[in-house]
């Protein structure tokens, strides 16, 4: 089960790493049916209606990023502690306790499996200690093998639609030459897509719990309104700042506190090479 904000949703999930392939099925149990299925890097969503969804392969994708995942926070953003032990899933568990240090980053409370380690609870809490987000297995069972139609969609029918989600591009209509540059990051966090190449837009940042992004794009007419929303622990910040001739938005969206989101906007500027 996941709760985000006032929202809730139950998922039956089928996870199996295999061969050095991980792959994974995702089906909703409530409201219409959908689900994501995964294969390797190749990410899925197939809803009710028989149309599919894909996410494109993203450049940001790379082995830097993936290697990114093992990257554990420093103990001078986090304090870590066993807090205690409890029972999860009728299984024996651990709670994990990883506390922020500072207001630029929420806490973390995890129930690991005191068997395999697996993660069977975990809440993600602001600084007044109230969850914004939680997950939970209510049920899980550790199998001997997974057969490969256990990872296929259950969806029958003929597809209607498979339509392809694009990564973020590069915006052309910025000089070729223009870079991007911000003078503020929360400490602890590192850029995790690599050095940016003239023309980047994208900047992707993790301090080894929380990630955020930032994108700048010209204005357009479907162009998202300056301010900020937020839904669980995710918060998207917008603001609009003009350079020259062009006007454009920095979109800031990630799993950290709207004042960080916002001083972080606040530092995204263009810089001309020469």
């Given at each position: 089960m996941f709760t985000?904000?006032?929202?809730?949703?139950?998922?039956?999930?089928?996870?199996?790493?295999?061969?050095?392939?991980?792959?994974?099925?995702?089906?909703q149990l409530d409201g219409e049916m959908g689900e994501i299925i995964r294969n390797g890097?190749?990410?899925?969503?197939v809803f009710p209606d028989n149309r599919i969804v894909q996410v494109e392969q993203s450049a940001l994708s790379n082995k830097f990023t993936q290697d990114f995942v093992n990257f554990m926070p420093e103990q001078s953003q986090y304090e870590l502690s066993i807090i205690g032990r409890d029972r999860m899933a009728e299984r024996p568990c651990i709670i994990l306790g990883i506390t922020a240090k500072d207001s630029h980053r929420y806490s973390y409370r995890l129930w690991l499996d005191e068997e395999y380690g697996l993660l069977l609870k975990s809440a993600l809490r602001n600084a007044d200690g109230k969850d914004l987000e939680h997950f939970q297995y209510t049920q899980v069972e550790f199998p001997v093998s997974i057969e490969d139609k256990e990872l296929e969609s259950m969806i029958s029918g003929d597809l209607m639609a498979h339509e392809e989600v694009p990564a973020?591009?590069?915006?052309?209509?910025?000089?070729?030459?223009?870079?991007?540059?911000?003078?503020?990051i929360p400490e602890g966090y590192m850029q995790i897509n690599g050095e940016n190449q003239a023309g980047d837009n994208v900047m992707v940042y993790n301090d080894g719990l929380a990630t955020y992004s930032v994108f700048i794009e010209n204005i357009k007419e479907n162009t998202m309104p300056e301010g900020a929303s937020q839904?669980?622990?995710?918060?998207?910040?917008?603001?609009?700042?003009?350079?020259?001739?062009?006007?454009?938005n920095v979109t800031v969206i990630g799993e950290i506190p709207v004042m960080t989101a916002m001083k972080i906007a606040e530092s995204v500027e263009p810089s001309m090479t020469h």
């Open positions: 985000r904000g006032n929202s809730s949703s139950t998922m039956n999930i089928v996870h199996r790493y295999f061969e050095g392939v991980e792959r994974a099925r995702l089906r890097e190749t990410v899925m969503c973020v591009k590069k915006d052309k209509l910025w000089p070729s030459q223009t870079m991007w540059k911000t003078s503020w839904v669980g622990a995710t918060v998207a910040y917008v603001q609009q700042y003009e350079f020259g001739m062009h006007k454009y």
